[in-house]
């Protein structure tokens, strides 16, 4: 009976690594990516836009982040930077640029965080504050533009399919081998539980955004409440694009190909802690944090252990000592493994990963799971997160 059981287990993980592949397929035929060569150029009549971008302690990147979004072909845009209290060069690296660009930049220098507001989320308020556009386009610090007409491609699209919300996904930047390891199965985790079919999907609730590159109508902003009614939430770009959806706005998210890049983060204390904060801030309840957890150890924990148990007792006893039910449990459990590296390879490479890196998909899940487990008690307010100079338990910020 607990071969029976066992092997009906196995069996049931095979389908589940099965459909990935359906789904995968499905993906490759629908999701069509934005490029710079989607459209022949901005719209007709191109509405004007203010891209804002907040900035505490980025030195390293701010620079970059700057110049590659003003030399945007797009015809009718500003530039407003917010120094969030940075510590570093940061203020002193803007000012240099507000000086060689004083037509399409503008600086604000905030020094203190008023109470009950994130650092991020005030520090994009005070830049709606000032903006100009009839589209607000919010990004990052660490995002380069590799291309020119990322903002007017990005505009257009918007424009000619009536979107309200667009978010625009970013290539990722790997250059460590824990990046390489670890980012993909985060990035796996995200797709199953924000299919970007259902999010696209206004009959849906699915929602899901990714604050590199949110642009969205003034209209919708308002809507929503803008960053005031997300500013105690660490993952804000989630949840306005949740509040987008409930307020009835048009919420799209789609793949960048060639437009821009973002490199999240680059040690594995900067990994650890990054992710820890976007799977509490996205998931926010333990329901669905448990079940994460539980899938991935269900489909990746489950058949590598059966396989090695297997393998072991096939090994000392030999095959046909061993009997029937030690040999289905191998040949399945070896089953599964190659239906999931062959689909962790496909999904690699749709999401411009290493497929040559699918082999490794176990030790990031791990990893993963750990990061699973410090957001539930992050959840719990047992633990807190530093992230960008200030520690937060649960909703609440305990130091600036």
């Not at 900035?55 to 110049?67: L, P």
């Not at 917010?82 to 930049?105: F, G, H, Q, V």
């Amino acid at each position: 009976m607990v071969w029976v059981i066992w092997s009906v287990l196995l069996g049931g993980t095979a389908l589940i690594w099965a459909s990935r592949h359906w789904a995968i397929s499905q993906a490759k035929r629908e999701q069509i990516p934005l490029t710079s060569h989607s459209y022949p150029g901005p719209p007709a009549n191109p509405p004007t836009v203010s891209v804002l971008i907040a900035a505490k302690d980025e030195q390293a990147n701010i620079a970059t982040a700057v110049e590659t979004m003003l030399a945007q072909d797009y015809p009718n845009f500003e530039l407003i930077v917010i120094n969030d209290r940075s510590s570093d060069r940061t203020p002193e690296i803007l000012e240099e640029l507000k000086a060689r660009y004083p037509e399409k930049l503008r600086v604000i220098h905030i020094d203190n965080l008023e109470d009950g507001w994130f650092g991020k989320n005030n520090a994009m308020r005070e830049g709606v504050a000032i903006a100009r556009g009839e589209w607000l386009c919010f990004g990052d610090a660490d995002c380069r533009q590799i291309s020119e007409r990322t903002l007017s491609m990005a505009v257009r699209h918007a424009v000619d399919w009536n979107i309200d919300f667009l978010s625009v996904l970013p290539l990722l930047e790997t250059h460590s081998l824990w990046e390489r390891i670890i980012q993909p199965v985060c990035g796996a985790i995200m797709v199953l539980w924000f299919n970007p079919k259902l999010v696209n999907d206004p009959d849906n609730s699915a929602a899901y955004a990714n604050g590199a590159f949110m642009l969205m109508t003034r209209r919708c902003y308002e809507a929503i409440g803008g960053h005031e009614a997300v500013r105690s939430q660490v993952n804000e770009d989630m949840h306005m694009a949740r509040l987008a959806k409930e307020k009835g706005q048009r919420l799209v998210v789609v793949q960048g190909e060639d437009l821009y890049t973002v490199r999240m983060y680059s040690k594995l204390s900067e990994i650890w802690r990054g992710w820890t904060r976007i799977f509490y801030g996205c998931f926010g309840t333990f329901r669905r944090l448990r079940v994460t957890l539980m899938l991935l150890m269900a489909s990746n924990l489950f058949p590598y252990a059966s396989f090695i148990i297997a393998a072991a007792v096939l090994i000392a006893k030999g095959w046909s000592a061993a009997g029937p039910g030690w040999q289905a449990v191998g040949l399945l459990s070896a089953i599964v493994i190659l239906l999931q590296q062959t689909v962790i390879a496909r999904f690699y490479r749709l999401s411009h990963a290493n497929p040559w890196l699918a082999p490794t998909f176990m030790l990031g899940a791990l990893f993963c799971m750990g990061m699973l487990v410090n957001a539930m008690l992050k959840l719990g307010g047992r633990t807190t997160v530093s992230w960008r100079g200030a520690t937060y338990r649960g909703d609440t910020v305990v130091q600036k």
